[in-house]
């Protein structure tokens, strides 16, 4: 009698749980959701995360504040992400490092694909090439000559090791074979900053984060990234038509969960970043700065995580890129 009450219990486990989890996501959330941004302040991730963050909040009946936990190219911010109690009260937004960082960093505190829940695709956004007013060549061609001519004596700044400022770069460097230095910084802001100040010499931001700096005359567009030229910039060609007819860049947007999150949570969230994405006015204003709403099932998230890993790790040994 005994051991079939205690089979009886065993086959009920999982009902009970699934019933618990189900109460958990009904009542949730009853305080403010945190989403960390594994960057310093006006970087590309930090603006998609403070552009849904609202409307995320009313779609989901609750609200998020951004907490920005920079360093070690965006590793520090997502393992806090990846070491969190895994209730729903902590996510993270990160770019398309999370699928590269394993590859450039010798030693990972958390693990990709063990220890994080993803929850959705976000967006996606092209970058541009920018140099400081004084730099003496104002077109991809004119540039590429430079650089070959002088070797190493250029440098560019990036949002640190890892980040797609930095990768956007290294591919562009790999694919023109040219030597250009990189100058990491902790966030997309102080890059810009110091590119504009003269620090450095050029630098691949998102176009959302350069645009304002082009438009005002402090920073000179010589290329974008993608496949195609941006309605953001009509005017400037991408670095393809301009000379790399191999090169193209575009970064991604993932937010997640720690593994252990509970399924109901990870739906919950999932949905209401769906609904709220999908909202006209924030679809409008996202696609105005430079980012294409991707949402996606926490399936397809994944999916891309999995495979994104793969590509990178495979172009990171064969081009020996590293973290510096």
């Known amino acids: 009698m005994k051991r079939r009450s205690s089979i009886l219990a065993a086959a009920l486990l999982p009902f009970c749980l699934c019933a618990v989890s189900s109460a958990i996501a009904d009542s949730y959330p009853s305080r403010p959701v945190r989403l960390i941004v594994p960057y310093a302040p006006a970087g590309s991730a930090d603006i998609v995360a403070r552009r849904i963050a609202d409307e995320w909040g009313k779609a989901l009946g609750g609200s998020f504040y951004i907490e920005n936990r920079a360093g070690a190219g965006g590793n520090l911010g997502v393992d806090v992400v990846a070491k969190a109690e895994p209730d729903g009260y902590t996510i993270g937004l990160q770019t398309v490092s999370l699928a590269i960082n394993p590859s ?161 949570l990870i739906d919950k969230l999932n949905a209401s970043l769906v609904k709220a994405l999908n909202t006209p006015a924030l679809k409008d204003r996202m696609i105005k700065e430079g980012f294409d709403p991707a949402p996606s099932t926490p399936a397809q998230a994944q999916a891309k995580l999995t495979k994104e890993l793969s590509s990178w790790a495979k172009l990171v040994k064969d081009k020996g890129i590293t973290a510096e």
């Not at 505190?109 to 970058?127: E, F, G, N, R």
């Not at 591919?171 to 802001?189: Q, S, T």
């Not at 005002?216 to 953001?232: D, H, Q, W, Y």
Request: hydrophobic share 45%; aromatic share 8%.
């Open 104 to 264: 450039i960093f010798p030693k990972m505190p958390y693990d990709t694909l063990k220890d994080l829940a993803p929850i959705s695709m976000v967006a996606t956004s092209q970058h541009v090439l920018v140099v400081n007013t004084k730099f003496p060549a104002h077109t991809t061609k004119e540039l590429l000559a430079k650089a070959k001519a002088n070797p190493g004596k250029y440098n560019y700044g990036s949002a640190g090791a890892g980040s797609t400022f930095h990768m956007s770069a290294e591919l562009f460097k790999a694919v023109a074979d040219v030597d250009i230095m990189h100058v990491p910084y902790k966030g997309g802001g102080p890059a810009l900053i110091d590119t504009i100040a003269g620090q450095v010499d050029m630098s691949f931001p998102v176009l959302s984060a350069a645009a304002p700096h082009v438009n005002a005359g402090k920073l000179i567009a010589i290329g974008v990234t993608g496949p195609n030229r941006s309605p953001l910039m009509p005017n400037v060609p991408t670095i393809a038509e301009s000379g790399l007819p191999n090169y193209s860049f575009e970064t991604w947007f993932i937010v997640f969960a720690p593994a252990a999150t509970p399924k109901p």
